[in-house]
T-cell receptor, first 112, second 116 residues
């Protein structure tokens, strides 16, 4: 069966450290993968998109890797801040329908 | 950047009544909008794809007669939950794919529906 799994439901780290979140998928062949941030009671906010032929993407303190052999994406936040505390969702773009399939998210808490 | 406005943000309705949720793209035209539902601590589940000027495409298991979608213009899609029941209580979110810029999806702020 098809699955998208994010490494843990919750992750706590100390301010200033690098947070690493994992997204693994099975039985999908995504054309691209996206990461979103979702705050409580709000819609997701787009962060980064990485295509199947790209290994790594960066944006400010964010870095995403995409390994289609391992079927895994890693999402890193460097120099984390309490304001980075939120739920982070990975989403796969499948086929030409342009629909997204989401993982269940990892709730990140950055402790001051 | 692109803005998607969703209204209302919260609604409480009685069981058996209908509720309409609006999703507007404020500064661009959207031929396609997506409607998602999210239960607490769970992922966003795609309900349907709303196409301007034509019928919506519903995901397996989503009742099209219960969740009516209308996409009558390039800037507005509506989702009507008909004959709502407590199990329909959820967080409903619309989104639009941007075909320019970052090519990500822009989401509305969501509607928290509580059926009592």
């Amino acid at each position: 069966s098809q699955k998208i799994e994010q490494n843990s439901e919750a992750l706590n780290i100390q301010e200033g450290k690098t947070a690493t979140l994992t997204c693994n998928y099975t039985n999908y062949s995504p054309a691209y993968l996206q990461w979103y941030r979702q705050d409580p009671g709000r819609g997701p906010v787009f962060l980064l998109l990485i295509r199947e032929n790209e290994k790594e993407k960066r944006k400010e303190r964010l870095k995403v890797t995409f390994d289609t052999t391992l079927k895994q994406s890693l999402f890193h936040i460097t120099a984390s801040q309490p304001a980075d505390s939120a739920t982070y969702l990975c989403a796969l773009g499948i086929g030409s329908a342009r629909q997204l399939t989401f993982g269940s998210g990892t709730q990140l808490t950055v402790l001051p | 950047g692109a803005v998607v406005s969703q209204h209302p943000s919260r609604v409480i309705c009685k069981s058996g009544t209908s509720v309409k949720i609006e999703c507007r793209s404020l500064d661009f035209q959207a031929t396609t909008m997506f409607w998602y539902r999210q239960f607490p601590k769970q992922s966003l589940m795609l309900m349907a794809t709303s196409n301007e000027g034509s019928k919506a495409t519903y995901e397996q298991g989503v009742e099209k007669d219960k969740f009516l979608i209308n996409h009558a213009s390039l800037t507005l899609s509506t989702l009507t939950v008909t004959s709502a029941h407590p199990e329909d209580s959820s967080f409903y979110i619309c989104s639009v794919l941007l075909l320019r810029g970052h090519f990500g999806y822009t989401f509305g702020s969501g509607t928290r529906l509580t059926v009592v």
